[in-house]
């Protein structure tokens, strides 16, 4: 009995709730991200390898706007808007000509762009990691820390723009054509739905999800040309495990698999509990290859 | 692929492989070991190009089965005295079909594009063990032993020089093209490639596809593997930065540029990509990979065939 | 034969089209006129290419050789979704609504066009609903759960969404049941009231010859009659040669 209530005391509560917080906040980042991937895959059939270097150069962008402007705000929507171009750009001259075409055409062809973009961004910018400053700071005590209010907000804006884009599916006229021409494309055409700008559109809207976690995400880590990475592999898991071209599935398995590693990382090395997710990966694949999240297993 | 004579195929071969014998005794040094290296890199390259191009797999997970192979052999130069290359060969073997084996299991039953991440996914897996498993495998940097001799332990030693290796390479690299070429050309091979043209028909007709598909990933580990004793026997250091993800990813880059499916193409794509970055990279520094990168998409777009193909084509007008 | 029927206005001109999917030759070298609120027959066994002229015409598929005019501009090579802003619907075989979108969203899919105000989409909708009092009980239900006859109506509602200039029908009645048979002629003799020209591709041979002003018979990928619909009759030798079994 004493040492069942030796181990009850001795597990450590309240950073327990820390790295809860961190976990929720950590998994908001990572379900925009991850959001953007599957709803390219989902709807385009298309696995964007340079999606993580969506993330960096959105982070980038706040930077460079940041500098010039003082604005973090601004720079947020700027990097948003300026990476979701070049989404566009990216998507007509790189993966229109590749439509219709085996999949194994547009891994390798976003394969290669992640390689360009990493460093275009490495040339352009240094090796240095840079910096985003918040945009206030502010905290909370929680226990014995002080845990900045910017994160919290984070967390919230991530939810926000997820479940505003989310209703935007739902009921924009834009929404019913993207749902038509994911579940049948060719008759979406004979109803004078412009497809191919359809596609162009959503990974647009992909990129600039990416992007504005890149911006804020940016002051919690350093930006710099590889920090893309990491975060898409994590994506990639996150959208596995969450079910390919589920976006519910998505934001759960990345706020579960993020909580894990959270609690993960009392115990072990932040380098180490990144296994926890190849853990789960693993897991799904064994046991439910649809995504552990989806309803029904096909 | 069978199209042209095979007397024409042979003495075209033949000549190719006097010259790469050749080549070590008038090449300088540093264009000696860059000759042994795009072998190296060309075998790897064959070994992804059975799963991409002859079973339809892109894989990603190369690295993981090279790394493997490396540190593998390191493991019997480090532990065993005196260092035996046969020893280290069949470490390196063990090692990376261990690897395949486990990446086999979970990545073969699921269809293309979950294919590629979850290989993609493994590497990773892998690479983050390695980097983290300080203690045994020298984390970040990584374990340097001493080059084994040639040697029949008994009968005869020759210490492994720059030339001999060349050589020792050559025929290791020789031999498995040939074995790759047999095994492609097998009833097995054409079973792979049914299964790269329709997976499901050929399932329909009574093959086993799983148990196929995972006798590939093994045979492509296995090669992988080897290059990757190659190249620590070559370079006498194993790193983890082998078992990056990225590498897997230049592979298969070398295998579209030079041409899937035909086991050559592969090699001259990666003798044209290392050229190519030897190259670039006096002008651009370290930034050779944006050209390269865009050269690289604008093959995939316009050039699926890989310069093979695109040769061929041409030959034929 | 009678003198040539082919009418004054045409609407859409099909000049000897050669569409192929990958190597299979499909048609042969197809010629049709189908005027400016006509009703034209498409008559033919399975498999001569109907259903593949319909598409050619919607631009889903593109013809090797030939032309495909609309109001005597060529448009051979546009996409689909430009040519149903111009004027061309299409109700395929099998219906193919979007099962997971409600019968309103279906709807939308053409109603939500550039330069439609909302009292005109408004007036569309009830034009609609009035014609298939059942799709306006049913707005907010998934088109999946619709039964057969049911989507067979939003399919032809949907295409009347666009305010098309011509419909293309691919076996309207195909499985539907009687009733609902004669729902199909009298929406056919709507439609052709209001001035809409309908190119009606069909297996059922006195709906065809009751519905159409003019009829053409195909044969492997050819057109190998052309009449007035009035001409002929459900047993004449023709249509026992061209549609027997």
Redesign the interface.
Known sequence: MDTVIEFFQAIPYDQIVIQTLNGIVTGMILALIASGLTLIFGIMDVVNFAHGELFMLGAYMGVVVLATSGSFWLALVIAVLVVALLGAAIQITTLRPLLGRDPLNTILATFGLSLVLQNYALWQFGPVARKIQEPFTGQFTLFYLQYPWYRLVIAGLSAAIIGGFWLFLKYGTFGIWIRAATQDRVMAQAMGIPVPWVYTAVFAIGAGMAAASGVLFGPLVGVNHAMGLDWVLKAFIVVVVGGMGNLGGSILAAIFISLLEAYASLWVSPAQAVIVSFVALILTLLFRPTGLFVSTPR | MRNRQPIFYWAGFSVILILLIVAPLVLPEFWRRFLTEILIWGLLAMSSDLL?GYT?L?SFGHSAFFGLGMYGAAAALLTTKPPSLWLATVYGLVAAAGVAAFVAY?ST??R???F???T??FS??FY??I??WTEVTGGENGLTFSRPPFAVPGIFSFPMTSQTLHWFVLAVVTISYLLLRRITQSPFGMVLQSIRENEARTRAIGYPTERYKIVAVMLSGLFAGLAGVLYAVQNRFAAPDFVF??VS?EV??YN?IGGIGTLVGPILGAAFFLLLREGLSRFFT??Y??P???M??AM??FM?QGLLGFARRWLNR | MSPDPTPMEPLVTVEDVHTYYGKSHILHGVSLIVGKGEVVGLLGRNGVGKSTTLKTIMGLVHPQQGKVLLEGQPVTSLPAHKLARLGIAYVPEDRRIFRLLTVMENLRTGLDRHGVTDARKQELLDKVFAYFPVLAERRSQAGGTLSGGEQQMLAIARAMMLEPKIILLDEPTEGLMPRMVSQIREIIDVLHREGVAILLVEQNVPLTLAASQRVYIMEKGVVRHHCAACELNVNDAVIQQYLGV
Do not use: C, S
Request: proline letters at 3%.
């Open positions: 991409i339809g892109v979970f039953r699921l293309d594009i979950y590629a991440i979850t993609l996914i990773q897996i983050v063990i980097f983290t993800f990225l990813g298969v880059i579209v370290e930034y990979l944006i390269v990168g865009l690289f998409i995939v777009i699926p």
